[in-house]
């Protein structure tokens, strides 16, 4: 049983080529990245809203159509989106909804020996996967056509406070930094390991690691604040925000508002 | 999804699973949460909260992403809401661990954004007032370099974990009572009270339960030798010599009382809603057994089907994991002396 | 007229003394380097001229005004003096806090309440004469080292300070990218500005600096012009800056070697 370092790495490994992938489609000329993003923050969210509301499995899945083809329109690869979105939702939300076809009461469809399959247990499961399967898209979409920082300040929008928007912002430059630093001391451990640790030590060296990274990361975090107040911090946050919206912005709110209500309205 | 495989249990709720009524319901209750612990923050640390909680929240991030060896041989992963609650105390853990969880969801897709609420009042809100409990009344006023404090710190973060799950399991478990369609069908979450705990407790009392109590206890050690002074905060009044032998006889006292409190808690949350916890609580794990062990009970001895041993199966194996991982943490923090030379 | 005015100056970590007994006359547009080994307090006493930390004992006075935490309360003194002066950290990671490197250079102006399009029209103007213009979308996260410093620069410079403090700026470059960073700094400091250069490599003092301050083990060890001091041998090597036997003969180096001394945390290894 090795190989949890190298599991740990590849962890690393994959967030970061995720990130990279990410801001390169979210700098891309597709159709969802040149709407304003208070109006896609604001437009996804509603339409997420919505899935989780609608109480017909149709209007559900009208909704994935409509993500599969912004997706399409965007520059967001069908085969991207199968590999980070629809597969792994499905084996997770699939394995927890499968025994629901047996174990959920109601009208038998089919019967395997000692249970039965019942139409009420397949709905159940439909719903589950594709609620997650179409709020998961639409949440992908979002972060894949806008970068990050624009994601955040969309978010003052929603009245959220401006020091969540400057936290939310630091948290996410200090993740790939202390990535970094994780991957480095790992790295660093791999090459010196020979032979397999036994499993008492293995946790040791795990634990120290996390450790390691919480005292560099306190460390860190007394040098930014000395960085900030450098440059005339003294705790109130200011943002720099020049989100202008177009003609075209108010189409595609105006868009969004109306598949939201449609939707709303059938999936009642 | 890169985030996706990180978590194989249900601790970080998707979208989907619970209906909007509930995550609104949730996002209200962890919003009291929020606002104080933002402005406790901001009295105690002024002007370095943000740097601070922006920092240990990437640090809480990449610490869920730590793939951990596990007694038993398996691997899994934490939360990190133990070690964050025993640095920083409570308040700044809520908001740290809340904030990697924002991101986790926005940015990569793990755990739902209309659940974002749900899972930050399971996992920051009541892990971190559980570990904080817990690990106060364990440690006492033991020395910082107490072995005591490292057990308490495994027992905290295992039962917050613990606790977490169990807030998981009963807002799945109540979906299927509120919300299904004309034919009957479950629109969300379609498992029961009665199935949802036992299914959630299993997974969370053996794999993201000792990892977080690993992580905990582990880090706590690491501390106590490198930087001992990262561990004040939450331990007021600690002795200033390592001498108080007494004081491990009253965590045992103290672990006791917590084994006995187990099994009753689950008959409580079993009753809490409605149901009387031996007769129904058995059904749902037989309901259960049947799909992890579908062909088997046809040739299982008869006293496997009894509903009272499915029920006192789990309990034991509640208490028995708890005994286990008391057992670890000792045997972790003894042989911490001899491993010193390596981990420098 | 001396700018910053040091008596005494003596600063501690917890029990250990970084500033021990410094005291300093700075005048106003010259080029200072500070020379010291690792652990010799240069960082210290960059933080200490930029008033993150105050003094244990003894005074700084900047432009006569004392620099204190009881004046640092008064908001509108804090703003004019990190206006005036700016500090470049040895490590971006730590300068680099923004999302996006045009957050990263706006932040400074923004603290200080500047209007928005002058504050877009300098950030603009700053990138653009630092030849990064074009990185202002991307997270810190994807520029090379030579690009973060250059950023972490900008930040400074957007102020326009009157003092500019640098600790270790070519450390952890590589040579093209140390020469870009030095040949700025050259063209920058001749406009009348106070440059102060915190560094331990001896080729770069010449380059950069007009007055040289030694410091070994938080003391003032010697100070005085930089030809003359790195032609003491044996002060250079009293203050760790040089080895036994490797050493300088005019203003030829011999056995020139790459001089980097990783800064050391307490557990580097797991």
Avoid at chain 1, 23 to 34: D, N, P, Y
Avoid at chain 1, 177 to 204: C, D, H, K, N, Y
Avoid at chain 2, 202 to 224: C, D, K, P, R
């Amino acid at each position: 049983m090795s190989g949890y370092i190298e599991r740990t790495i590849a962890s690393l490994v994959a967030a970061s080529e995720r990130a990279a992938i990410a801001e390169q489609v979210a700098f891309s000329e597709g159709a969802l990245q040149r709407v304003d993003p208070r109006v896609k923050v604001a437009g996804l969210f509603a339409l997420i809203v919505v899935v989780a509301a609608s109480r017909r499995l149709s209007v559900i899945a009208a909704l994935f159509v409509i993500a599969a083809i912004l997706a399409a329109a965007s520059h967001v690869r069908m085969r991207r989106l199968a590999g980070w979105v629809w597969l792994p939702v499905l084996f997770f939300t699939g394995a927890i909804a499968l025994p629901a076809i047996f174990l959920t009461p109601g009208h038998a469809v089919a019967s395997l020996g000692i249970t039965a399959i019942t139409e009420q247990g397949l709905r159940a499961a439909a719903f589950l996967i594709g609620r997650a399967e179409t709020a998961s898209t639409l949440s992908a979409l979002l972060v894949l056509t806008t970068p990050w920082p624009w994601v955040l300040k969309a978010l003052r929008i929603f009245r959220c406070p401006m020091i969540v928007v400057a936290i939310l912002g630091m948290t996410y430059r200090y993740i790939f930094v202390i990535l970094q630093t994780a991957l480095e001391m790992f790295e660093a451990r791999q090459s010196r390991t020979v032979g397999v640790l036994p499993p008492s030590e293995r946790r040791r060296l795990a634990s120290s690691a996390a450790g390691v990274l919480l005292s560099k990361s306190v460390q860190m975090s007394g040098e930014v604040h000395q960085a900030m107040r450098s440059r005339g911090f003294r705790g109130e946050i200011h943002l720099l925000q020049d989100f202008r919206a177009r003609a075209t912005d108010w189409c595609w709110l105006a868009g969004f508002g109306l598949v939201a209500a449609a939707s709303l309205w059938y999936g009642r | 999804m890169a985030g996706r495989n990180l978590n194989q249990t249900a601790l970080h709720i998707p979208d989907g699973y619970l209906s909007p009524a509930t995550c609104a319901a949730l996002y209200a209750g962890a919003a009291p949460f929020w606002y104080v612990s933002l402005q406790r923050m901001k009295r105690a640390f002024n002007t370095q909260m943000v740097p601070l909680l922006s920092v240990f929240a990437a640090f809480s991030f990449i610490i869920m992403m730590f793939n951990l060896p596990l007694p038993g041989g398996t691997t899994g992963h934490a939360v990190g809401v133990g070690i964050a609650t025993i640095v920083l105390g409570p308040w700044a853990s809520i908001l740290g661990i809340s904030i990697a969880l924002i991101i986790q969801a926005v940015f990569f897709g793990d755990g739902g954004i209309t659940a974002i609420g749900a899972n930050c009042f399971n996992m920051a809100v009541i892990g971190s007032l559980a570990t904080y409990a817990i690990y106060r009344v364990l440690a006492g006023r033991a020395s910082i370099t107490s072995a005591r404090r490292v057990i308490a710190a495994g027992v905290a973060g295992y039962v917050a974990i613990n606790l977490a799950a169990l807030a998981a399991a009963i807002e799945f478990g109540i979906q299927p009572l509120l919300y299904h369609d004309a034919s009957g069908a479950p629109l969300y979450a379609p498992y029961p009270l009665r199935i949802a705990i036992p299914a959630m407790m299993i997974g969370h009392l053996t794999i993201a339960g000792l990892a977080e109590m690993v992580v905990s206890a582990g880090v706590v050690a690491y501390l106590q030798r490198s930087e001992p002074a990262l561990l004040k905060r939450t331990a007021p009044g600690a002795a200033e010599s390592s001498a108080a032998v007494g004081s491990l006889r009253h965590l045992w006292f103290a672990l006791a009382a917590l084994l006995i409190l187990t099994p009753l808690g689950i008959l409580a949350t079993g009753s809490a809603w409605g149901e009387a916890p031996l007769a129904q609580a058995p059904r749902g794990l037989r309901a259960l057994s049947s799909f992890w062990t579908a062909p088997m009970p046809r040739y299982a001895p008869p006293f496997l089907k009894s509903p009272a041993f499915g029920y006192l199966l789990s309990a034991m194996t509640g208490t028995g994991l708890i005994l286990l991982v008391v057992l670890l943490t000792g045997w972790l923090t003894r042989g911490r002396a001899g491993s010193r030379g390596l981990t420098k | 007229m001396n700018i910053f005015q040091l008596r005494d100056v003596s600063f501690k970590y917890e029990t250990v003394a970084a500033i021990d007994g410094v005291s300093l006359d700075i005048e106003a547009g010259k080029r200072i380097a500070l020379l010291g080994a690792n652990g010799s307090g240069k960082s210290t006493l960059l933080r200490l001229l930029d008033a993150l930390s105050f003094p244990g004992a003894g005074s700084i006075s900047f432009q006569g005004q004392p620099l204190s935490e009881v004046r640092f309360a008064d908001h509108q003194f804090a703003f004019d003096f990190h206006r005036r002066v700016g500090l470049v950290f040895q490590n971006p990671d730590v300068q680099l806090f923004n999302p996006t490197v045009f957050d990263e250079v706006a932040f400074g102006p923004l603290q200080l309440r500047w209007s928005k399009s002058e504050i877009v029209a300098r950030v603009n103007a700053v990138l653009e004469s630092m030849e990064i213009a074009h990185l202002k979308d991307r997270p810190p996260h994807r520029l090379s080292g030579g690009e973060k410093k250059r950023v972490a620069l900008a930040s400074v410079l957007v102020l326009d300070p009157e003092v500019l403090l640098l600790d270790e700026p070519t450390a952890a470059l590589d040579p093209r990218s140390q020469s870009q960073i030095i040949d700025l700094l050259i063209g920058w400091g001749d406009g009348g500005k106070t440059v102060i250069t915190a560094t331990h490599d001896l080729g770069l003092v010449e380059d950069i600096a007009d007055h040289c301050v030694i410091l070994q083990a938080g003391k003032v060890a010697a100070e005085g012009n930089p030809a003359e001091l790195l032609a003491d041998q044996a002060l250079l090597q009293r203050a760790n800056l040089v080895h036994a036997h490797r050493h300088r003969h005019g203003s030829v180096v011999t056995h020139s070697h790459p001089h980097t001394h990783p800064h050391k945390h307490g557990s580097e290894t797991i």
